[in-house]
């Protein structure tokens, strides 16, 4: 464990990006076993942001598979696709091993997405198909309508290919797997409403306005019908706007944009009912790039002939933006261009001074951007500093954590099991020649021993998970003296060996607010110390006192009693504790649980004592 913090630790402290932290983290984890992999793991989720949903004891597999799965979907949000298609080919080889076709199918789908976005069309097709053939192997409805989809991205590739005639046949495909609709099945009538609206963007395309009309308008009528999510009701009006030429829909459908706050939908549709500068400011305003050089060349286009200089404006515009991909014969237009208005001198004038005004307002921003990436990589130093400080902090935390319970591990839970073995290896050797009386010693002593055992590991254990889990509390309304009565029955057999005389003095209606499992943890030590310091044929009382607002519960016992010195350090855990009226032994652990604890709820403890006349140890509790 301490291995792996380390390695984790050294990570973190690394100047590199996420994505590679998260390579690393990963190559940890499935190198190793255990609980260097879950922690590995856990620190993947750490990274992401993510609360982790798994736990210690969950298979590796499964821990496997949804650190993939979370490892992919959070490269895909961020466009990291090269990452998306390494994690998703180790996926598909997982999945291949296991032979899960359902989750192979899907990692084949979000690899081809990535090829998709990267502009690989071949690999994208290819791994669609791999998917499909996936489907074709589990057969159930849910892996026909899967088939759908994935033929439904086949197509848009194909479109985009302008491989129209293929893209066409695909989205009749798809028709033609629905089958006949009932009314009913609103899944299945907006599915159709999908394909209709992608093959009316096809006719639209191959000019083939009444077969387009006709499609955009059954698409837009199932999508409003069958109540539709709003981004998809816009793009079905602006698709049914193109093969109609209405342009009123376009009002309509702007109206929906803005009330649903669909700011990518707005500029669209500004740019597709001509309002340039509208499309151009949103565009710019919210960097959609691919959108914004769209506008500016539907702008120059449009607006040749009636206002040049904004024209001219718009092509130096789109041309700077995509000088890659337009080249040589579009620096060639902006010469001739500028050429054939040379003799609007006024307006050349003007846009020259709209340029230069750009030029001034691009540096201020590039001032500005510079500062910001500035602060930005000051605000990563310091949070890095940060993150590194708290986790020097955790690391020191678990080291203690480590010493202490091995600390009690080899000295205070080694002795009475040391002692059981014992008692245990004396039965078997001399059972036969053992009388009643010593059969009788040795299995009271087996039975002692092995309660004092319980009760330590129990507190152990419930010291450790209030440290690695933080000390979670969970309040609730009970009644106290059941809850009182529950804990006397557990030290029925240690009280009666004393003869001791136990009495639960609560009032049996009084209902309090806290968590059950800790008054009863609290409960449980403080009665098993009053037992274990009680002089034979003592008395022990537990009762509730009232300081105003607050409640005392209060454990009481006319035992030895704690002198001053062991008083002032009673709730530090040494791995050490006094002994008994008969002779037990124990960790001093309990307390320092109890303190814990409580100090995590908000309450007090309190303790008494007078040597040889008793101890009295009280802790607040809130009322109902």
């Known amino acids: 464990m301490k291995k792996l913090l380390v390695v984790v630790w050294l990570m973190v402290l690394s100047w590199s990006l996420p994505a590679q932290d998260l390579d690393s983290l990963y190559q940890v984890f499935d190198r190793s076993r255990g609980e260097t992999a879950y922690q590995a793991a856990v620190a993947i989720d750490n990274v992401i942001g993510r609360e982790p949903n798994f736990e210690l004891e969950t298979d590796k597999d499964e821990i496997k598979l949804k650190v993939l799965r979370t490892m992919i979907l959070y490269f895909f949000s961020h466009d990291d696709f090269q990452h998306v298609i390494t994690y998703s080919e180790i996926g598909i080889e997982h999945y291949q091993n296991i032979g899960d076709f359902f989750n192979e199918a899907g990692c084949y789908m979000t690899l081809a997405n990535a090829y998709q976005r990267l502009g690989q069309f071949d690999k994208a097709i290819d791994c669609y198909n791999h998917c499909s053939d996936l489907m074709d192997e589990i057969g159930d409805e849910m892996a026909e309508v899967n088939k759908r989809y994935v033929m439904n991205n086949i197509a848009e590739i194909h479109l985009a290919m302008n491989e129209y005639d293929v893209a066409e046949e695909i989205y009749n495909k798809c028709i033609a797997m629905l089958g006949e609709v009932q009314a009913n099945d609103t899944a299945s009538n907006l599915d159709l409403a999908t394909y ?18 006709r499609l955009a308008e059954q698409s837009l009528d199932l999508s409003q019908r069958y109540q539709d999510t709003p981004n998809k009701i816009i793009n079905r009006m602006m698709t049914f706007s193109k093969a109609t030429g209405d342009t009123d829909i376009l009002d309509e459908a702007l109206r929906l944009a803005e009330d649903n706050n669909e700011l990518f939908l707005q500029a669209v549709l500004n740019l597709q009912r001509g309002d340039y500068t509208k499309a151009i400011a949103m565009a710019e305003e919210n960097h959609y790039d691919g959108l914004l050089h769209d506008a500016l060349e539907a702008g120059y286009r449009d607006l040749r002939a009636s206002n040049p200089a904004k024209a001219l404006e718009y092509l130096e515009r789109s041309v700077v933006m995509k000088d890659s991909i337009f080249g040589e014969n579009q620096q060639k237009l902006i010469r001739d261009y500028q050429v054939r208005y040379a003799t609007q001198e006024k307006e050349h004038e003007l846009a020259m001074q709209q340029a230069k005004n750009r030029q001034i307002r691009l540096l201020a921003i590039g001032l500005v951007v510079l500062a910001v990436v500035l602060f930005a990589l000051f605000m990563i130093w310091w949070r890095l500093a940060q993150m590194r400080k708290k986790r020097n902090q955790e690391l020191t935390r678990l080291n203690e954590l480590k010493d202490r319970l091995m600390s009690i591990v080899s000295h205070d839970v080694k002795t009475p099991v040391s002692a059981i073995c014992s008692v245990l290896e004396q039965l078997c050797s001399y059972y036969d020649s053992m009388n009643d009386t010593d059969r009788k010693a040795s299995l009271m002593m087996l039975r002692s021993t092995s309660e004092a055992l319980s009760d330590r590991l129990y507190n152990i254990l419930q010291w450790v998970k209030s440290v690695l889990e933080h000390g979670e509390v969970t309040p609730e309304h009970f009644n106290l003296s059941k809850l009182v009565d529950e804990s006397l029955r557990s030290i029925d057999y240690s009280a009666g060996v004393k003869s001791l005389k136990v009495s639960n003095e609560v009032d049996p209606t009084l209902v309090v607010h806290s968590d059950p499992s800790v008054v009863s943890l609290v409960l449980q030590n403080l009665l098993s110390n009053a037992v274990k310091f009680s002089y034979p044929n003592g008395e022990i009382h537990v009762r509730v006192e009232e300081d105003g607002d607050i409640l005392w519960l209060a454990v009481q016992d006319n035992g030895k009693g704690i002198t001053e010195q062991k008083l002032e350090k009673i709730f530090r855990f040494v791995s ?12 001093g652990i309990g307390l320092f649980v109890s303190k814990q604890l409580l100090d995590k709820m908000g309450e007090a403890i309190r303790v008494e004592s007078v040597i040889d006349e008793g101890t009295t140890v009280r802790f607040s509790i809130k009322r109902s």
Do not use: C, M, P
Request: hydrophobic fraction near 25%; aromatic fraction near 6%; charged fraction near 20%.
């Open 196 to 213: 209709y609206q992608n093959l009316a963007e096809v006719y639209i395309v191959q000019k083939k306005s009444d077969d387009a009309v």
């Open 576 to 587: 050490n504790s006094s002994s008994g009226t008969g002779g037990e032994t124990g960790t």
